[in-house]
């Protein structure tokens, strides 16, 4: 197509015609008018810059490459002077540099950033754990968008290493169960011993001796601080086996420990099994109306009905959330829907309303995904893969079935038929199976194969089907007989998706350009809405459907509901482990924006929550379990669990707001600590570390910052407050980076070993710096030829005629 750089100059055109049109009616030369019209025309169209885009491909046979060589303390486990050996073999064949990463933090994201270009490669020789500055995977988005390939070299690795680590909350509540998690890392998966103490307070509160094989290994500790104030959790680890480094093997957290906080409990039951929870564990008063709210953290209003909440509690209420306070509706035989809450005031806040949720069916949905070698050899793999695992970890999609079958020359079964999404354990196994698909050893895409398995799958399944394939689109071989297998499929209702991963392979086309993909969803559903063509990177969002919940178990009665967490990956649910029936709930159906935290087996909401302005809102429909109620078994043992940790949730922040309130995370060695201070009251804002007064930065309404640097491992304490300060970050991830790989290829890379590397990589990067450009072409030439040829023509032309004419006159 034909495009100027100056196409405003192409206006002039229009006087030109103009005054030659003006010429000829007032009896001028019409030959010579139109000639000279249609030459100063095109001298316009070649003044105006006239161009098209064509696509140049360009070669460097000598890629320019540079090499990073993490050389930071977690490299001690690995061989030694790999990316000096590899410098050495390509420096002599191509234009190399070679970049040394050394210190006690690893910034790959960063130095990939500094270093990738448009005109070269970049070459990583390093264990992959990036702990600083920018994510590699950013990093990477950065090389790839710029056009420069990220390859990546792994050492073997020599020594194992342990390290430890915790995880849990920087505030815990006086009196209340406080769980941290302790988490044992190892270099190798091998079989190795240890045993660690915990102490709290140099009280020693757990101690073992343990045999891990994995990689990875945590452990859930409870206990309960009955002192405000500063406390220290600390974990020493020791072991028989060989270590490269025993700094990680000891980990200090830091806890502040505050009183009980305030909540607001609306009740007239006030002797149920909720307020039993809610009296030990926060300093609850209990009201039958809404109050004086100034001072609480949460409301908890229970079995309530709507005529009972006035306007005036509503609008407060309103205002509480929206300024951050919490709020906690639970059910009954006189809330929601008993309760009159549908269309009413206090429902605009809820995260529910009372109208029944519409169960449509189960739904079953089969992925097809493309592993033929054409997938790994244009770079699609990764994207298929990426695709589908997005697809299982959804959270829409927690109440369905879903199965993974692969196809290359054949189809085959890879999930071992449907597995529920509800359950985190099922979903890990999918993400699992789909990442170990390789690419199939013959070179046929035969789509019709994994259909035909997918047909066995749905042809007794009810509901709602959704037949979604993720393919390079090289389908041109198997095109008529899938056709006719999704044809047959559509006929028992399945919905049919095909995402499209955009690359260079061949048969994606006919002779007239029609994508094969594209044509099969259009024949089959009527319509091309179903078909996705995607970029590398870029996720198919689709199968969003509401209706999704999860199925009654046939071995349940109807009068007795199991609960199921439909989001465990929630703060209120992550840790609750519920396992408990229901015989009653209110009926309600989650607003728009909601989380569905857990429904009862017929897909009933039972727990659901939302924002509020700057608030959070939940909503437990199901009763307070008091004389056996619905919902006794939640409100006992471990399942109590998931009340507390719904009203931990609208609570937020336990800390009183008032004084002074100072927060920090802990840190790690040669990193600083950014302290927040929050004034509630009218005082000079002021801190002090080691007896000095800290320089504080207004960053927000009462609210100030500052930093210390710490010098030593150990507790630091900020005017009272406590930060711990452990071993260097660098020491924290061990082995090999597990997700390096995938990175890596999924940006358009590769992966070796030194022997690989030496071997092939300058022959994939010569390879890779194939580059397609669109470069400009000026037409202005062509239009100054033509305008020139076509005058001399007009003049010879005339010319020639006034000689014939001036002989014929002789």
Do not use: C
Request: hydrophobic residues 35%.
């Amino acid at each position: 197509m034909l495009s100027f750089e100056q196409p405003i100059i192409l206006a002039f055109i229009l006087p030109v015609l103009a005054g030659a049109l003006y010429l000829m009616l007032k009896g001028g030369n019409k030959k010579l008018l139109i000639s000279r019209a249609i030459v100063l025309s095109l001298l316009i169209v070649a003044i105006a810059s006239p161009f098209t885009l064509v696509s140049q491909v360009t070669e460097q046979e000598n890629p320019q490459l540079v090499i990073i060589s993490d050389e930071t303390s977690s490299m001690q486990l690995f061989e030694e002077g790999v990316a000096d050996e590899l410098y050495e073999s390509l420096t002599t064949k191509t234009p190399t540099t070679l970049v040394r990463l050394t210190g006690d933090k690893t910034a790959l994201g960063d130095t990939i950033v500094q270093y990738a270009s448009s005109d070269n490669q970049i070459v990583l020789v390093t264990d992959g754990n990036n702990n600083y500055g920018k994510d590699l995977e950013e990093g990477l988005d950065f090389a790839q968008n710029i056009g420069s390939t990220v390859y990546a070299v792994t050492p073997e690795i020599e020594s194992n290493d342990l390290s430890i680590q915790v995880k849990g909350d920087k505030t815990a509540v006086k009196g209340n169960e406080y769980r941290f998690e302790i988490i044992v890392s190892q270099a190798k998966e091998v079989p190795v011993e240890y045993t660690f103490n915990a102490y709290a307070d140099d009280e020693l509160i757990r101690s073992g001796t343990f045999t891990q094989s994995s990689r990875q290994r945590s452990y859930q500790i409870p206990y309960r601080f009955n002192e405000l104030g500063a406390h220290e959790i600390k974990i020493e680890l020791s072991t028989q086996a060989d270590e490269a480094d025993n700094i990680n093997n000891n980990f200090l957290k830091s806890v502040y420990v505050v009183p009980k906080p305030k909540i607001q409990y609306i009740t007239d039951e006030p002797d149920s099994p909720l307020s039993n929870i809610l009296y030990n564990l926060y300093d609850t008063s209990t009201n039958s109306n809404i109050s004086n709210l100034d001072s609480q953290k949460a409301v908890v209003i229970d079995n309530i009905p709507a005529n009972r909440i006035s306007e005036s509690d509503v609008s407060i209420l309103k205002q509480y959330v929206s300024n951050g306070g919490g709020v906690v509706v639970t059910g009954g035989e006189r809330s929601y829907e008993y309760g009159g809450y549908l269309n009413s005031s206090i429902e605009d806040i809820l995260p529910v309303t009372s109208t029944p949720t519409q169960w449509k069916g189960g739904r079953d949905i089969v992925l097809v995904l493309d592993i033929s070698p054409s997938t790994e050899k244009h770079g699609t793999l990764p994207e298929i893969l990426g695709n589908a695992i997005y697809l299982v970890q959804k959270e829409e999609l927690r109440g369905a079935y879903m199965g993974v079958i692969a196809f290359g020359k054949e189809g085959h079964d890879v999930s071992g038929g449907l597995k529920y999404l509800g359950t985190a354990g099922n979903r890990e196994f999918l993400e699992e199976e789909i990442r170990q698909l390789r690419p199939s050893t013959t070179s046929e895409t035969s789509l019709h194969q994994g259909l035909e398995v997918a047909q066995e799958w749905l042809n007794t399944e009810t509901g709602t089907l959704d037949l979604v394939v993720i393919s390079d689109g090289g389908i041109e071989d198997s095109y008529e007989e899938s056709l006719n297998m999704a044809k047959d499929l559509k006929k028992d209702n399945v919905n049919f998706y095909f995402v499209h991963i955009r690359s260079s392979a061949p048969s994606q086309q006919d002779e007239s350009g029609n994508v094969y993909a594209e044509k099969l969803v259009e024949n089959v559903e009527g319509t091309t809405n179903n078909y996705f063509k995607l970029d590398a990177g870029q996720r198919a969002n689709i199968i969003s459907d509401e209706s999704i919940e999860p199925p009654l178990d046939e071995n349940e009665s109807t009068s007795s509901y199991q609960l199921f967490e439909f989001n465990p990956s929630h703060f209120i649910t992550r840790n609750s482990n519920v396992k408990a029936n229901i015989t009653g709930y209110n009926d309600v159906t989650p607003k728009p924006g909601a989380n569905r935290l857990v429904v009862a087996s017929n897909g009933k909401p039972v727990v659901t929550t939302w924002r509020y302005g700057l608030g959070r809102v939940a909503s437990i429909t199901t009763d307070n379990g008091k004389d056996g109620g619905w919902s006794s078994q939640m409100y006992s043992g471990n399942n109590s669990q998931l009340i507390s940790a719904t009203v931990n949730w609208a609570i937020a922040n336990p800390q009183p707001e008032e004084g002074a309130v100072v927060e920090a995370p802990d840190t790690w060695f040669g990193l600083p600590a950014t302290i927040t201070l929050t004034m509630y009251d009218e005082k000079v804002p002021e801190l002090t570390y080691r007896g000095d007064e800290l320089e504080l930065a207004f960053v927000g309404k009462n609210t100030y910052e500052a930093q210390i640097f710490p010098k030593t491992i150990g507790m630091h304490y900020v005017s009272g407050y406590p930060i711990a300060v452990n071993y260097a970050i660098e020491y924290r991830d061990v082995g090999l980076n597990e997700d390096l790989p995938s990175l890596i290829i999924g940006n358009g890379g590769k992966v070796y070993s030194q022997k690989e590397a030496r071997a092939n990589l300058l022959t994939d990067a010569r390879q890779n710096s194939l580059q397609s450009r669109m470069e400009p072409v000026s037409w202005k030439m062509y239009f100054i030829l033509a305008a020139l040829l076509l005058f001399l023509g007009e003049v010879m032309l005339r010319r020639s005629l006034e000689i014939i004419e001036s002989r014929k006159q002789e």
